[in-house]
């Protein structure tokens, strides 16, 4: 089974839809799905003396402009694990840029936790939430030779729904018009 391409969007989507865990709160692990071998690789051990404050990974049947599947922040109470499917709702988007180009982030919260459930758009977050999310972004490459990122703005859950909306079309005419 490829995770990308044999695990469903969702119905629903781009207002909830699903998400394939590769890193969990709390792990200072970068692990990323391998879509060639279909297994999760430790990328590397971040350089910095940071860890993730969310669970993160990607949207199945997405494609973006930086060449890999939709990236998407899931905030948790708990962390999940590597290859969790995860149900989520969009709340907004993390315009960024590291070395390679644009590296936007999808800002999302687990449908199936109440305690999201007031969280309907970026402001919702708690502001200290929020800079933690940012410094996280800007910090964890740092020591990383030759990498860089620059967290650019928040932007609010229409300017999200767009971002998915055009990563659907874009998977479906980079896979599924061959």
């Known amino acids: 089974m490829n995770l990308l391409h044999d695990v469903n969007l969702g119905d629903k989507a781009p207002y909830e839809f699903n998400v394939v865990i590769e890193n969990v709160k709390g792990s200072s692990n970068k692990i990323e799905y391998d879509r060639k071998t279909g297994v999760f690789k430790l990328d590397r051990v971040l350089y910095s003396a940071v860890y993730w404050p969310f669970d993160y990974g990607f949207a199945p049947q997405t494609w973006h402009e930086d060449e890999d599947p939709l990236d998407v922040v899931v905030l948790t ?7 969790c499917i995860v ?3 969009p709340i ?6 590291d070395e390679a180009g644009i590296d936007d982030k999808i800002v999302a919260v687990p449908v199936k936790d109440p305690r999201f459930n007031h969280i309907i758009d970026y402001k919702d977050i708690p502001e200290h939430v929020r800079r933690e999310i940012q410094e ?5 490459k740092r020591l990383e ?3 860089w990122v620059k967290f650019k703005e928040w932007k609010n859950l ?4 767009k971002t998915i909306e055009k990563a659907i079309k ?9």
């Open 136 to 140: 996280f972004f800007e910090t964890y």
């Open 77 to 83: 109470t708990h962390p999940t694990f590597p290859g």
């Open 170 to 178: 874009t998977y479906k005419e980079k896979f599924e018009s061959k």
């Open 158 to 161: 229409q300017e999200a729904i």
């Open 145 to 147: 030779p030759g990498k």
């Open 92 to 97: 907004a988007l993390i315009v960024m840029e």
């Open 87 to 89: 149900k989520v709702r």
